[in-house]
């Protein structure tokens, strides 16, 4: 990914958002990483919403269609999804327990 | 989305990705849109394919299971899911039009247009001069 903003003048940031590491804060997801052509390290924080944003973008017809370019992505990323979505009502009912639980705690 | 760089120093780029014009360039999708924060700067934000792997398999981390279970509501989780099979079922679309003939994944280069003719001789004068320089020669 390479990012370029008039604040960095001429200069645009290359990342290998393959190498980033992942790290859930309170509110956010974190990527963090280095450019290695300047030796920075960077973070990018998501928030809720930006995720819902991020997928947006992912459905797309113009993104759908660039990435369907390639073979061998679509049949593994559904199995992931299989495999991620009970995982994720689980930790769902977690949470919710887990919270309610603490609420009827004096 | 919140982006920090050792160049940035303090200050973090705020960038709205609801607000950002999405094109193909290439082998490339191009994010564009107005950073808010610290100043109103213009973005540009180029992703290739691997990129976009990267967002599949972020989404489906233990690390996104564990955030979205704990910070975001089920009604946003299900507006995700919504995009996430809108996807699918695009690209599957797109794969089976691919392997069917029906669709061209590559983008189709813009036709040049017929050349007028006032412009062939340009060419013709280019080479007439390469043949009268090896007959001078």
């Known amino acids: ?106 | 989305m919140k982006f920090w760089s050792d160049g940035l120093g303090k200050r973090e780029l705020v960038m709205e990705l609801s607000e950002s014009s999405l094109d193909r360039e290439g082998d490339a999708i191009i994010l564009t849109g107005m950073i808010h924060q610290p100043a109103e700067w213009a973005y540009k934000v180029t992703m290739g394919l691997g990129d976009w792997t990267t967002v599949l398999k972020t989404a489906t981390s233990a690390e996104a299971c564990t955030y979205l279970s704990r910070s975001v509501s089920v009604a946003r989780i299900l507006g995700m899911g919504f995009w996430v099979v809108k996807f699918i079922l695009l690209m599957g679309l797109y794969r089976i039009g691919s392997l069917i003939g029906l669709v061209n994944l590559e983008r189709v280069a813009k036709a040049p247009g017929p050349v007028p003719v006032s412009s062939r001789p340009k060419l013709e004068a280019v080479s007439g001069g390469a043949v009268e320089r090896r007959n001078t020669a």
């Not at chain 1, 804060?25 to 963090?32: E, R, T």
């Not at chain 1, 819902?52 to 113009?62: E, Q, S, T, V």
């Not at chain 1, 993104?63 to 999804?81: K, Q, Y």
């Not at chain 1, 991620?84 to 609420?103: G, N, Y």
């Open chain 1, 1 to 106: 990914m390479i990012v370029w903003s008039k604040g960095l003048g001429k200069k645009s940031l290359p990342m290998e958002l393959e190498q980033a590491r992942l790290s859930v804060a309170s509110d956010h997801l974190a990527m963090d990483g280095n450019i290695e052509s300047v030796c920075w390290e960077y973070t990018m924080k998501l928030y809720p919403d930006d995720l819902g944003d991020f997928m947006k973008l992912l459905a797309h017809p113009k993104t759908a269609r660039f990435m369907a370019r390639r073979s061998g992505l679509l049949l593994p990323f559904i199995v992931r999804l299989v495999m991620f979505a009970p995982i994720l009502v689980l930790a769902l009912v977690k949470a919710r327990v887990l919270r309610s639980a603490r609420k009827v705690q004096p």
